[in-house]
């Protein structure tokens, strides 16, 4: 925690001109504090500062306007809050400064994060502008003129000793916007910091509240939520799933996880205990060590994993390995049993040969597409996250044990794994963490299926370049021409045959496809009249 690092930031954004308005605005006797989270992250050093938001005192808005539009673009945000967006001018910026006047906000008690009689003046002190805030650690300015931090609320006491506190009275803070719990949640996964006794407490007891109701309308809408709870599990997954749990967030807004909690499974191959548990297993072995160095390098790399992987964050307890964790994959794993609640048959009550959960894979999913939608996690900003995505993983999360890796065509292995569509490297990562968090009494391997899957994936990848397969010798407008055929099933059997003697290397020109297009065709009748005579053999040998 250094002041060094703040003064640092405050240079760097003053020689690159970003603060040339700032002379202008003190010389009509303005004074400016850089405040909330920028300060916050510039005092801790090491992460790139996006948002900056300052805090003008002394000077009347309408002035204020003025002096900024003869600096740079400058528009009017927010009317009722005196905030404006500005670009100095000549910069480029992804973000635009945030620049409003000192305010004060009274709470209409509805617990509704917009509900606030908002009074701005530009005579405030700044003291009274960050007593609304909601944790200590956003409650800290910083005066460019006397290079000054001002800290009315020990926010860099609490930045000190890694505690997520609020602004005075907590009870009365949560009680002004429910969603601050869920932010102080995400803040303590965040950065890795304890919720602080008295502002745990508040929380825990207030979280009843959080899907309260104002007419038809929701107190806290759900793509806030949504947005909360998504960043919370990114940034740290099993910490998120502690607190979310002993929070009572779960219990208020994904009850369906609950269910999870005693629901027994079969102690051959779960020996670690209920659903419950094996599920906070796999969001504990994301971050594990074995999972770093097994995905350190993608096993399977395409355009559209690069572009979902620059919008992915970094797990911060990560250490000499990083590996980015996508919000579908996380979400996958959170998820990926859900359905075996409503899925179980055990021996007692059903008379099945031992505990099962046929189906759960497509129930789970199903049941997790609602909540994505309900929570609205698709509008989540920061993050690339499609509900249609994350349900594909949770739909196809057996296919490590469902049938062995050696009895998979190639065209099935390049479905799964290859298409651009879905990401196989984060199918590859949901089995590795389910296998990891899965302990059988035998002590029998649960990842042998999954290193035979690579071992499959990595053979099929000499075949191409650059990690790509080679694309099909032949299309089926091709096929029909050769076979003078019209369109039908049997274009798509013979393309499917085809693929896979390419894959295989059995054929690697286009006319070395058309001759087995060919010898495939004049080999059909007698192969089907063979299938038909096995079928016929077997149905002799069940009656």
Known sequence: MKLENLKRTIKQLSEGGFLDWQKEVEENGGEIFLVGGAVRDALLGGKEIKDYDFVVRGVEIERLEKILAGLGRVELVGKNFG????????????????????????????????DFKVRYDHKLKIEEDLGRRDFTINALAWN??????????????????????????????????????????????????????????????????????????????????????LKALVYNPVEAFDLMDKSGAFKELIPELEKMKGCPQPKNWHSEGDVWTHTRLCLQNLNSEAFRKRFKEPIIFSEKSKIQISNQIQNPKSKNIKVVLGAELVMAVLF?????????????????????????????????????????????????????????????????????????KNPTLEKYFFGERYSGEDLLKLGFIDGSGSIPQNKKDYLSSFNLMVKRIEELKKLGKGRRLPKPLLDGNEVMEVLKIKPGKKVGRILEELREKQLAGKIKSKKEAEREVRRQESTRPHRYAKRCGREKAKNQENK
């Not at 480029?92 to 617990?111: C, H, N, Q, Y």
């Not at 020990?154 to 005075?168: C, F, M, S, Y």
């Not at 007891?205 to 806030?224: A, F, Q, S």
């Not at 055990?346 to 099962?356: C, F, H, L, N, V």
């Open 83 to 114: 905030v404006y967006k500005f670009v100095p001018a000549g910069k480029k910026m992804k973000v635009a400064f945030d620049i409003a006047l000192p305010r004060t906000e009274i709470s209409l008690a509805t617990g509704g994060y917009k």
């Open 144 to 229: 460019l003129k006397k290079e000054k931090l001002i800290d009315e609320f020990q926010g860099l006491r609490d930045l000190q000793e890694k505690k997520i506190r609020t602004v005075g009275n907590a009870y009365e803070r949560f009680r002004e916007d429910y969603s601050r719990m869920l932010r102080g949640i995400r803040f303590a996964c965040q950065m890795n910091y304890e919720i602080e006794k008295t502002t745990w407490e508040a929380l825990k007891k207030l979280m009843k509240n959080i899907n309260d109701e104002r007419g038809e309308e929701r107190v806290v809408p759900y793509e806030i939520i949504g947005e909360e709870i």
């Open 336 to 408: 990926h049993d859900v359905g075996k609640p409503a899925t179980i048959t055990t021996p007692e009550k059903d008379g099945a040969d031992r505990i099962r959960f046929s189906g759960h894979d497509e129930t789970g999913a199903d049941l997790a597409e609602s909540i994505f939608k309900k929570l609205k996690l698709s509008a989540a900003p920061d993050f690339d996250f499609d509900p249609e995505r994350a349900t594909w993983l949770i739909r196809r999360h057996h296919l490590f044990d469902t049938k062995p890796a050696t009895e998979m």
